[in-house]
């Protein structure tokens, strides 16, 4: 209660026009911050034998063509990317046992379809989980 009344009082002040001092520390707070606020996670669209291979983040909700569906966040030497989670790709990386810090490589195979001609998304998937190696 007691916080929540101090950020009001901040709140209600009159706008203080004193210029504040922007020293590097304070420049590289600004700039982690700008970086944690911007939408700076590329979206994986492949090619046909494209791969990414990246750092296993995280995974986010994010809205696409189809409605919400989950996104998992790979990070390389290049950023953030973030790669649609379809069903299978996430069984995969649970069967692989992927966590964060898992090392994913996905390669997109491209377009396959079923014996009885349904089409879908190819993928191949290792994982390395560092203390057991490359879970092929």
Known sequence: RQDKKMNTELIEQELNTDIVEIDSDISARLTALREKSSDS?????????ETLAGVLISSREATGAYGPQQQLILQDEQGLHAVWLSDFIKKTLLAKNAEKGSL??????????TANGKSYRAFDIRVDNNDMGVNL
């Open 104 to 113: 994913v490589c996905i390669t997109f195979l491209g377009n396959k379809h």
């Open 41 to 49: 996670i590329t979206l994986w669209d492949p090619e046909p034998n």
